[in-house]
């Protein structure tokens, strides 16, 4: 376990973001109604020096380690940098230090491919999904899925607000079907229930679901960066469950979960995100998701931690 003497009144809290806009001023205003400090770092400017006092660098904690960290964002980069940065979550984990998210979730959420395969060992239902590496495969999936009336989505495999995403609805379509890096990852589209295009966001943190919106979209992707509409809704047990279901599958502190009703109307888990935004939703539904986001990393990860040393 990490030990230390405390030096500063105040507890400090590293928040890792390349891009602290308005979730991070959001998370500092709420460390700081309950007496603590929270900084802004990037975990590129982080280095790992083994064999000294120390091992872990991280800019503005030279001295001594942060109380805690709240990972906000990791950052994007070839495989030896993202493989870094969760090498830096890691060892800051095996130091006694809280990561909230810790560096085994994000890997969980952020690899698509792995987050399919846990839900579906879950029992979660989820779309079906192929990923592979060879294109003639890719191509023959595809073929295979539009000839028996299915759309297919191609996703990369690490990426978010539905940044390279597309829909294959045609033979032509084809032409664009590409890979990310060499791996294709593809799912079957799933058509929602009722009028348009939309799903739910639901955010669970420590096992529950806190908070519940309807994106609807001005197409197929129900993204809020892509311009989709957010409206309140209702829990129901059997959503906020899922929810639930999903988060644990993949064994995280917090999340935010997708899910569509599918015409017959099961409900279907399309995504889980480990670093979720939720501006929207909290603009939707008026609850303090920092605030609980604060209280559960203090509460249940650092002052339980604090006591037991």
Not at 49 to 68: R, S, T
Not at 72 to 95: N, T
Not at 233 to 241: D, Q, R
């Given at each position: ?11 400090r ?6 891009d602290?806009g ?9 460390f ?6 929270a900084?802004?770092?990037s975990l ?5 020096q083994v064999?000294?006092?120390l ?5 503005g904690?030279?001295?001594?380690l942060?109380?805690?960290v709240f990972?906000?964002?990791v950052?994007?980069?070839?495989l ?5 940065y ?6 800051l984990k095996m130091l006694?230090?809280p ?12 690899d ?5 395969f846990l839900?579906q060992?879950?029992g979660?239902s989820t ?5 592979l ?5 890719a ?8 000839a028996?009336?299915?759309y297919?989505?191609?996703k ?7 940044e390279?995403?597309?829909?294959l ?20 589209f ?8 939309s799903?739910?966001?639901i955010?669970?943190?420590n096992g529950?679901?806190v ?18 509409s957010?409206?309140a809704?209702?829990?129901t ?16 502190d917090y ?14 888990v ?12 909290q603009?939707a539904c ?6 609980l986001?604060?209280?559960?990393l203090?509460?249940r ?9």
């Amino acid at each position: 376990m990490h030990l230390k003497i405390v030096t500063n009144p105040l507890p400090r809290i590293a928040i890792f973001t390349d891009d602290p806009g308005w979730h991070g001023k959001q998370l500092c205003r709420a460390f700081a109604a309950r007496s603590c400090r929270a900084d802004y770092v990037s975990l590129t400017a982080c280095r790992l020096q083994v064999g000294d006092e120390l091992p872990v660098v991280i800019p503005g904690f030279e001295q001594e380690l942060p109380d805690a960290v709240f990972v906000r964002g990791v950052p994007g980069g070839s495989l030896e940098e993202v493989v870094f940065y969760l090498d830096v979550l890691h060892a800051l984990k095996m130091l006694g230090v809280p990561v909230y998210n810790d560096g085994r979730a994000i890997e969980r959420s952020v690899d698509k491919a792995m987050t399919s395969f846990l839900l579906q060992r879950a029992g979660i239902s989820t779309p079906k999904t192929w990923v592979l590496r060879e294109r003639e495969q890719a191509l023959a999936v595809v073929e295979r899925e539009l000839a028996l009336g299915h759309y297919v989505i191609s996703k990369p495999l690490f990426g978010s607000q539905g940044e390279g995403i597309r829909r294959l609805e045609k033979s032509t379509d084809l032409l664009w079907l590409t890979g990310s890096h060499g791996i294709y990852y593809l799912q079957r589209f799933i058509e929602c229930d009722g009028d348009g295009y939309s799903d739910k966001r639901i955010f669970v943190i420590n096992g529950k679901a806190v908070s519940g919106m309807r994106r609807r979209g001005t197409s197929w992707l129900n993204n809020v960066a892509r311009g989709a509409s957010c409206e309140a809704i209702e829990l129901t047990e059997e959503v906020a469950e899922l929810a639930v279901r999903a988060v644990a599958a993949l064994r995280m502190d917090y999340a935010g979960v997708d899910i569509i009703r599918e015409r017959d109307g099961r409900p279907t888990v399309i995504e889980v995100n480990s670093v979720p935004a939720w501006k929207g939703l909290q603009g939707a539904c008026g609850v303090d998701i920092a605030g609980l986001l604060v209280d559960d990393l203090l509460q249940r990860h650092m002052y339980s931690i604090k006591a037991v040393a």
